[in-house]
């Protein structure tokens, strides 16, 4: 099993602030992703990052995967009570296999 | 239907008792996955599923937990001799094919399982 820490664990935030939350492994992956979940519901994709250094941005989320592809940061600019939730990153290991981080439980306080 | 169903949604069970959970992929998705997540915190991989491939298995915790897959389709997840340890929300999860190739796993909202 390749482990994946997130951190921090638990972040509460004013809305319109700014954060980052990060995702580090000792392990390099093929690809990496980033799911959102609500509670009572599956996590749900965000996006999928692929190559060293890339970095893709969805709206106001910005997500960089690490040169060596060990790593990767997601950063959310001004950030939404809609936002609130739990951000997963999970790493393709061997075998099509898809290994989940410890999460980050994000809360946005209108 | 539509997307990934799970079954049962909640389930209380005694220490001791059997239970088995029922995962529906969305139809066509040739890899299935089975998560379990405790307290809101991240995913453990338990088993996974892709086509005809004999299934990796290296997640299941103890030889109490095992998964079958009849048909390609549908799966189930059987504990035995549960202990209260076990009580979890298991996700099952399907994708269209290898996760390399494909990307994106589709979750169903999970089986809450309790034990007393």
């Known amino acids: 099993t390749q482990l994946l820490e997130q951190s921090p664990q638990f972040l509460s935030i004013q809305e319109g602030e700014n954060l980052t939350v990060y995702c580090n492994s000792s392990?390099?992956?093929?690809?990496l992703q980033w799911y959102r979940q609500e509670p009572g519901e599956g996590p749900v994709l965000l996006v999928t990052v692929v190559t060293g250094g890339e970095v893709k941005k969805l709206k106001r989320l910005t997500f960089q995967f690490g040169d060596a592809r060990k790593d990767s940061s997601l950063h959310i600019t001004a950030a939404q009570p809609g936002d609130t939730g739990l951000y997963l990153c999970?790493?393709?290991?061997?075998?099509?296999?898809?290994?989940f981080g410890t999460g980050t439980r994000l809360t946005v306080i209108p | 239907g539509a997307g990934v169903s799970q079954s049962p949604s909640n389930k209380v069970t005694e220490k001791g008792k059997d239970v088995e959970l029922r995962c529906d992929p969305i139809?066509?998705?040739?890899?299935l996955y089975w998560y379990r997540q405790s307290l809101g915190q991240g995913l453990e991989f338990l088993i996974y599923f892709q086509g005809n491939s004999a299934p990796d298995k290296s997640g299941l915790p103890s030889d109490r937990f095992s998964a079958e897959r009849t048909g390609g389709s549908v799966s189930t997840l059987t504990i035995q001799r549960t202990q209260q340890e076990d009580s979890a929300v298991y996700l099952c999860a399907s994708s269209p094919g290898a996760v390399a190739n494909t990307g994106e796993l589709f979750f169903g909202e999970g089986s809450r399982l309790t034990v007393l």
């Open positions: 139809s066509g998705h040739t890899a």
């Open positions: 999970a790493g393709e290991g061997g075998a099509n296999n898809l290994f």
């Open positions: 392990s390099v992956f093929s690809s």
